[in-house]
């Protein structure tokens, strides 16, 4: 892979950074960085080894993919900024990981034939088990199969279809709040009945990895799983009574369903 830019080099530029050397996909001289925050362009190229610009468009101008690391509301002149550069050829590639920003939107600020995937990554790729969904407006499988290397870098990828890019984020990309409450509940109940806040906490943090790991490794289905560690009359059977009387399964759907429907207002907004 050629040169990848980073323009905005937070939280997510950090983590998706760490995982292209983490996984070799790139050396610290293929990666540059820009960001409007010189303190943060200086601890980035310090930290990682890599190359710092002061300029977007011209990290776009020496990369060969460029990802958009910036909020929302900034991206669109982010884009304008270098759309420019992004038109001049090479066959470039942008990637936004803006949420709730349309392709349509930035097509908007950029010439035809400039080259746009778009990218639904979610926190947990900053320990690199992040989970993203790409998808393109057109029919670009060389960008795709590009974005798909990079953000596999930091988690699991799947391609979807941009019109379930919302669902996506009231899943994955909102899911790790709903996990996190969900560790602090159970670690709360814990010290309710009578467990060290420490040890609740690890008691709660493992049961949920460990648990995500068992489905995921040996395939089960989750409800085989439930069914498994239920015995007639027992402890577990009692609890899930518990969580099913509090509509604990219609909250996280109505959870999902309400992220992705206010996903859906901001990217019309
Ligand atoms: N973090 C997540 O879990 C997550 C998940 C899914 C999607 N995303 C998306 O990822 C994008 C980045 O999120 P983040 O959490 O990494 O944000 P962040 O930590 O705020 O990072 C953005 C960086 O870009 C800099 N910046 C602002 N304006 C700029 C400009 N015009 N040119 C270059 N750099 C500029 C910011 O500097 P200042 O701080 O000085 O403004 C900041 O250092 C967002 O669009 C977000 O929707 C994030």
């Known amino acids: 892979m050629g040169t990848i830019g980073f323009i905005g080099a937070g939280n997510m530029g ?3 950074i760490r995982g292209i050397l983490k996984a070799n996909l ?16 200086a601890q980035i190229g310090e930290r990682y080894g890599v ?12 990369s060969e993919v460029t990802i958009l690391a910036v909020k929302p509301q900034i991206i669109h002149s982010v884009v304008k900024e270098i759309g420019e550069v992004a038109a001049a050829g090479g066959n470039k590639l942008l990637i936004s990981i803006a949420a709730g920003v349309r392709l349509s ?10 080259r746009i ?9 900053l320990v690199l088990e992040g989970m993203s969904a790409i998808c393109s407006d057109g029919a670009d499988q060389e960008g795709l199969a590009t974005a798909e290397k990079i953000f596999s870098a930091v988690g699991k990828v799947v391609i979807v ?25 159970l670690a709360d109940g814990g010290v309710l009945m009578g467990l060290p806040r420490k040890i609740s906490q690890e008691l709660a943090l493992q049961t949920v990895l460990g648990t995500a790991r068992l489905l995921m490794e040996a395939n089960y289905h989750p409800a085989a799983l439930k069914d498994m560690v ?15 009387k509090a509509g604990f399964r219609a909250s996280l759907m109505e959870a999902v369903r309400s992220a992705a429907v206010r996903s859906k207002e901001l990217g019309q907004s």
């Open 51 to 62: 190359a710092v610009s002061e300029s977007n468009s011209q990290v776009a101008a020496c």
């Open 117 to 125: 995937i778009r990218v639904m990554p979610n926190t947990p790729a």
């Open 161 to 185: 279809e941009e019109g379930l890019i919302d669902a996506v984020t009231g899943l994955s990309g909102s899911g790790p709040a709903y996990v996190a409450l969900m560790i602090e509940a």
């Open 26 to 41: 790139a050396a610290p001289h293929q990666i540059i960085i820009a960001d409007v925050n010189q303190k943060r362009r």
């Open 14 to 16: 950090e983590a998706l």
């Open 230 to 244: 239920s015995s007639p009359a027992g402890t577990t059977i009692q609890g899930i009574y518990a969580l099913e």
């Open 105 to 114: 939107s930035l097509r908007a600020c950029l010439s035809e034939g400039v």
